[in-house]
């Protein structure tokens, strides 16, 4: 979280651009662009939850909790990000998934709960970027 503190983020940065050779930007990062940026991500996360747990209640006879998939599905989201052998974390976010999940729904249906949710998950992401395309060049 110190990380986050506008004064650290900044000098943190403009090193970042001197080590890559760039010439730093000219953007100071401020209380209030962070805690905005801050509560969208929150926002992102709490609609991720209620994604997840949709899926996962689609799937299961069992409630296995908002809380915990939200949790388990937020947990494999960050370690994926470095587990840096695979893109998108992949293979580490659905180990993390299986192993949470199916000890409290059973390894079948945490199997078919994390392939769905990869599979929903990527197609959303292709079908938001096709949009963006197609929203651009009609614009444009």
Do not use: M, W
């Not at 940026?37 to 997840?52: N, T």
């Amino acid at each position: 979280l110190v990380l986050l503190y506008p004064p650290v983020l900044n000098l943190l940065l403009g090193r970042a651009f001197r080590l890559l050779g760039k010439e730093a930007a000219d953007v100071r990062l401020d209380f209030a662009a962070l805690s905005e940026a801050a509560l969208l991500h929150a926002g992102i996360f709490v609609a991720y939850g209620l994604f997840s747990y949709s899926l996962a209640r689609s799937v299961t006879p069992e409630d296995p909790g908002l809380l915990f998939v939200t949790g388990v599905f937020t947990l494999a989201l960050i370690l994926g990000i470095f587990f840096l052998v695979a893109p998108a974390g992949l293979g580490a976010r659905e180990a993390i998934q299986l192993a949470a999940l199916g000890s409290v729904v059973g390894p079948e249906q945490a199997l078919v709960i994390v392939v769905l949710h990869r599979l929903v998950d990527v197609s959303v992401d292709l079908v938001f970027f096709v949009s963006c395309v197609l929203a651009e060049r009609l614009r444009a």
